[in-house]
Every structure is written in C-alpha cells, then in structure tokens.
C-alpha cells in the first residue's frame, strides 16, 4: 500500500471514529482538521525521504556509468601498448559497470515516476485541506445557527405562548398600580405635612399683602385724596379724571359760601 492510501485510510478510520463518537460538531471539525495537518506532514516527510532516495540512486547510476567510461578508456591504452590481457581485463571491469549503471538507471526511473506521483498525490491532498479548513468555519457557523434555532424552537414548546403574555401584561397592570399607589402616598404625605393653622395665617398675610399693594397701586394712579390712605376713591361707571376734579371744586364752592 502506498504512502498516500495509508495516509487517507488512516484519515478516513479517524473520521468514522469522531462520527461514532458523536462528539461536539465543531470540536470534531477543529480535530479532524488538525488530524489532517499533523498526517499532511507525516506524509511530507516520507516523500522528502522518497525524493531523497531517488536522487541517491541517479547519483549511484551516474557513478557506475562514470566507472564504466574509465575502464573503457584504460582498455583503449592497454590496446596501444599492446596489452590485449589488460585490455581484455579492462572491458570486462566496463561490462560489469555498465550492467550496474543500466540496473540502477532503471531502478531511478521508476523511482522517479513514483516519487512524481506522490508529489502530485500530496499537493492534491494538501489542497483538500486547504479547502476542509475553509470549509470548516462556514460549517461551524452553520451548526452554530441550527443550534441556536433548535434552542429558540425548544423554549418557544416549552411554554405556552398564552400563559406567557398573559403573566407579562400581569406584571404590566401591577407595576402601573404600584406607580399609582406611589403618587397617592406622595398627595397624602403633602396634605399630612405642616400646621392646617400656620397654613391659614399664611393664606391672610398673604391676602393683607395684597391689599397693601393694591392700595400703594391706586395712590400711585391718583385715585385717592390726600390723607385718605385708607379708602380709595369710588369712581362712576364711565367717569373720567376731569369729571371727578369738576366735583372737587363745586364742593369747595359750596361750602366756602355755606360758612360765609
């Protein structure tokens, strides 16, 4: 089994068991999401290793094709020192090289060709957890909303829509009663309070003070004689100013011929 089958069957025994546990919906989001990275880098790791053997093993396949051109050129001067035992030994070493390189060339190819597909295998699956986390704050806000609906649905069943507004408007009448039995107390603590005796005496110096201000009004106005502080002149209906000094002076004719 491969690195990536092992990395999703594992992901998906995680999810069934958060499933069956029947955990908290977004603990199990947050869980499964930190699950996924925690794998995501398990399995980055084990392609780094597969990359790295791929690389050893070009390496090594390199090296024998390099071993082999060496030989074949130490055959080629044997052969012009005549030394056809040497050369003969010689080629034999680059066979034996060139075998090794052709092996281990092969060997690198298909590790390569896995080493690819695991990269692409990984970037896919790590671009599905890129998507899952942001997938995971819209579903987390969704199960948020059916929970607080599925709260509001239970509180509205678990009273009676009548005997709720019924107690409210209660409560309403017997707050405003209070608020009325609050400013009859207030009246009746205003009207208990002070002396009902001091209370008329100020009602008549109040009254005298009038009258008082009223008199100093008319002698202001001329309508009371010198001397006469006491009782204001009384005019007639329709009677102006002139009117009343032409009365004045027929009186004092009168009685100026009366002691005469």
């Known amino acids: ?22 955990e908290n919906p977004e603990k199990m989001l947050n869980q499964l999401v930190l699950d996924m990275r925690s794998q995501l880098a398990k399995a980055k790791q084990q392609v780094a290793s597969a990359i790295a053997d791929e690389k050893r093993l070009q390496a ?14 130490r055959a080629m001067l044997a052969v012009q020192e005549g030394r056809d035992d040497l050369a003969k030994q010689a080629l034999l070493r680059h066979a034996e090289h060139m075998q090794n390189a052709q092996q281990l060339d092969e060997t690198w190819r298909r590790h390569a060709a896995e080493t690819e597909a695991l990269k692409n295998s990984l ?10 986390k942001r997938k995971k704050n819209i579903l987390i806000a969704r199960q948020r909303r059916a ?12 009273m009676s829509e009548k ?23 207030a009246e009746l603590a205003e009207e208990l309070e ?10 008549l110096e109040y009254k005298a003070d009038a009258d008082t201000q009223l008199l100093a009004l008319k002698q202001k106005m001329g309508l ?17 100013a002139g009117e009343i000094q032409e009365a004045e002076l027929v009186d004092d004719e009168g009685e100026a011929k009366g002691g005469a």
């Open 60 to 73: 090594q396949a390199e090296a024998e094709k390099k071993l082999a051109e060496d030989w074949e050129k």
């Open 224 to 240: 009371l004689g010198p001397g006469k502080g006491g009782s204001p002149r009384q005019l007639g209906k329709g009677a102006g």
């Open 147 to 158: 929970e607080a609906q599925k709260r509001i649905h239970e509180t509205m069943s678990s």
């Open 163 to 185: 005997s709720a507004f019924e107690t409210f408007e209660r409560m309403t009448e017997r707050i405003e009663q209070n608020e009325r039995k609050a400013l009859a107390s």
């Open 1 to 22: 089994m491969g690195i990536i089958d092992r990395l999703t069957t594992m992901l998906r025994s995680n999810i069934n068991d958060l499933i069956q546990r029947a």
């Open 123 to 132: 970037r896919t699956l790590n671009d599905k957890i890129e998507e899952a």
């Open 194 to 203: 002070g002396d009902a005796l001091q209370k008329q005496f100020s009602q």
